[in-house]
């Protein structure tokens, strides 16, 4: 049953390969996988010279794909772990023909080896895992290690944009963003009833949405 679920995955992945950068990353250590440089040819995949987006655990392409369809002059890269996860956001967005919007399957630890320094001027982390249990804490895609890593990778001035329903997992990211010299603005604790507009409600946003629970948002500003 397994190995049939596999060879199904392993269709589909190949049926997306044109949207779809790296099937496979096979190191484990994310310090040496680095070192280990695969930069993507962004002027090949995009064709064109447009600020580059990322969201970084896009889930099933939600909210990337109804942002490159609002934003045909940004360039987006949505990054994900999960094979099964990633490939149905791939499915969801072929049908709608973008060329702005493209997919990398991989884990935040290895952005470092597909896209060079100071080439990314926003990034979007929506409804991130927030690994309550302490003794994960340092998976968490706003903790200190990938702070690192995304302040390298930005622009200065460039921008985190981060949304979540758990108040611990919000507090949590304003002080590390605080202690790693990013600077904060536009904290909503109540996105849905701010004045914020041209919001896109994610996956999980609806989800929690409907459960009633508020949404919060900030922006973490690149101080370089
Ligand atoms: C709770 S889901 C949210 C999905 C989507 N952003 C949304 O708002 O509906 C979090 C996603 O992040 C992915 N993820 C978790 N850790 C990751 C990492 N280190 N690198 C890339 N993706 C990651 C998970 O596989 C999952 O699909």
Redesign the pocket.
């Known amino acids: 049953m397994r190995v049939r679920k596999k060879k199904h995955l392993d269709e589909r992945l190949l049926s997306v390969g044109d949207i779809m950068i790296n099937a496979e990353n096979p190191e484990r250590n994310y310090l040496i996988a680095n070192e280990n440089k695969d930069y993507i040819d962004l002027k090949k995949i995009f064709r064109v010279d447009n600020p580059l987006y990322l969201?970084?655990?896009?889930?099933?392409g939600?909210?990337c794909i109804e942002y490159a369809k609002r934003n045909r002059d940004i360039n987006i890269l949505a990054?994900?772990?999960?094979p099964n996860?990633?490939v149905s956001a791939c499915e969801n967005a072929k049908s709608e023909n973008l060329d702005n919007l493209f997919f990398l399957r991989?884990?935040?630890?290895?952005l470092p080896r597909f896209l060079r320094d100071n080439s990314v001027s926003r990034i979007?982390?929506?409804?991130?895992?927030p690994y309550p249990k302490k003794r994960y804490a340092s998976?968490r895609?706003t903790s200190e290690k990938?702070l690192k890593i995304y302040k390298n990778l930005l622009k200065s001035g460039g921008e985190i944009h981060q949304?979540t329903d758990n108040k611990a997992f919000f507090e949590y990211s304003i002080e590390s963003f605080s202690q790693n010299g990013f600077l904060l603005k536009d904290i909503s604790l109540d996105l849905h009833n701010s004045d914020f507009e041209g919001n896109i409600v994610?996956?999980?946003?609806?989800?929690f949405t409907d459960e009633g629970l508020p949404i919060m948002r900030l922006v973490a500003v690149n101080k370089k």
């Open positions: 969201e970084i655990g896009c889930g099933k939600r909210f990054v994900e772990v999960e996860v990633i991989t884990s935040a630890e290895f979007f982390l929506n409804f991130s895992c998976h895609l990938f949304k994610t996956e999980y946003e609806k989800r």
